[in-house]
């Protein structure tokens, strides 16, 4: 080899190195951003002189443990089963170690940064200071820029930092870094079929009040839901036991509940019935001339089909953020905060730069401050909205889950909608038919590696996915497939598997079963990691449901009709055990995984994307439909076999 060629090699691989990761002495990489989205383009280096409002979050005690403990309250075959946690049992357990902080806090003043200048936030989980850009260099061995989006926004930002390496392991991740994407999360399942009521609404007035199920072929009433999956009509309101759904933004539901309790409901619901209004940051009862700019359907479809099926038991509206502060749809740490005092106030709370904050400087904003506990906690949550797991920090989503897991060790039933766009994420905000970029796994237009979503990545939350009715309700369902005049509108059961969690324990031998059995014959980790957690857990009616939607009638279709669907199922399931003088079921999965038997299983239909077929729907579970949608009274059964 000669001198030149020679020369050119080490300076390649010095290249890479540099890279790879931070290159002073004694820092290591923390995180990185493989690549920028298209729509996201580099503007201008950040000035040195630039003050940031730096936030360091720091790592909890005994998290390590937190899958053992769960197991230990929702395996049905723990001695431990149903000895759920209480709020303060949970906070002191995981409040950060005072290693953690004595530490952290020792190698921001050895870097020059005036003890003075540092703050904890009110629960000590973040240390707060102002620094300039510079300073922010120097401690965390990287170089900022000011990026600038398509549609106009800027962001600041860098590619990559890293950590001293005795701080590494304190340090669950420092903001403002490699965020950019996912500050303005959508929701996932919107409408994914208007029927035209104008052809359908005089013959189907009276549907659900009749035992003639010819109807359902065209718009689903509760009727075709009992028929499908054998639940009674409700019989039970025991305090305490109302469905919690959350919401974002001022999204409309009032103005149309009496008239579907008036058509659509059997026994009729009487029409001064109302949700439980718990307004979270600023959230509105709801504002007429927002639903009538958009399609802002999915309060209306979620509290109508729920009261349908768990009358005469109540709901509860958690309405999240002012509907000002844009960051806020579909930011779901205010919600968690709201939910527990512990999360804000001991071992969590809000990401700075991700999640919105209040009081909100917006004309028009709630200027109050952000709530931090208080909301009463539910049995059973029910949500419909989603994010894109490779457009937000993986250390913002692994505190977040285990929030999630700690509502789970609460008793808490945790159901999202597993989205509407296949093994792809379609309907989020500015990522039309996006999937993942194969070499670098982020989002890219054109990319053809699978995308997965968020939170129904995280192993402590039930994932829903669609079906819909095959031909008849005697020919039982088939995997969702809403197609529509406008392919964007086209939607499939969200289902796939998470590139940031593991296959939890129990659902490893359903998810090795589909693999063996089912291959679907792509490539992994290349196109999908196949060791990852899984999605969704089940399924259920996702197509053409009845809502009723400024005095008019539609079927409306996606995961944000199954989710609060399976999650009412679980309500009416509770109620009897409450009869019966037992507890709430709580954590859901692994009672679900131990009994597949409780499910009709789909095996038919797929979910494609990113230019492929997706997954297949198959005997036993699969990522199209999870195990199967709900068989009520084998349900039962096991639920009240339970202690």
Partial sequence: MNLLLRLRTVATLLLLLSQAAPASTGHVLHEKRSALHAS????????????????????????????????????????????????????DFFVPAQETSDATIAWLVESGISRERLRYSKGKDWIELNATVKEAEALLDTQYHIYKHDAGDFRLACDSYGLPHHIKQHVDFVLPTIALDGMRAAKEARPALITEPEARITSLDSASNSSDLSHCNTIISVECLRALYGFPAGKYAHSGNQLGIAEWADYLYLPDLPIFFKNWTNPQIPSDVVPEFISIDGGKVSNLSVAQDGEVVESALDFQ???????????????????????????????LDALDGSYCTY?????????????DPNIGGYVGPEQCGGAPLSNVISVSYNQIEAALPVFYQQRQCYEWGKLALQGVSVIYASGDSGVANRYNSGYNNSCLNEEYGYVETNGTKFSPSFPVNCPYITAVGATMLNGSVEGGEIAAAGLNKNPLLDYYSGGGFSNIFETPSWQKDAVRGYLRNHDPGYKSPEIYNRSGRAYPDVAAMGLNVTTVWLNKTLGIGGTSASAPIFASIVTLLNEERLQAGKKPIGFLNPVLYAHPDMFNDITSGSNPGCGTDGFKAAPGWDPVTGLGTPNYEKMKQVFLSLP
């Fill in 305 to 335: 089909i729920s009261y349908a099926i768990i009358y005469p038991q109540n709901t509860r509206l958690y309405q999240n953020g002012d509907g000002v502060n844009i960051d806020s749809v579909g930011t779901f740490n205010i919600f």
């Fill in 40 to 91: 996201w383009k580099r503007h201008a280096p950040a000035p040195a002189n630039s003050v940031l409002p730096m936030r360091i979050g720091l790592k909890q005690r005994n998290l390590e443990d937190i899958d053992r403990h769960i197991q230990d309250v929702a395996d049905p075959f723990s001695p431990n089963f149903g000895k759920h946690w209480t709020a303060k049992q949970v906070a």
């Fill in 347 to 359: 071992e969590g709370g809000d990401a700075p730069y991700v999640d919105p904050q209040y009081p």
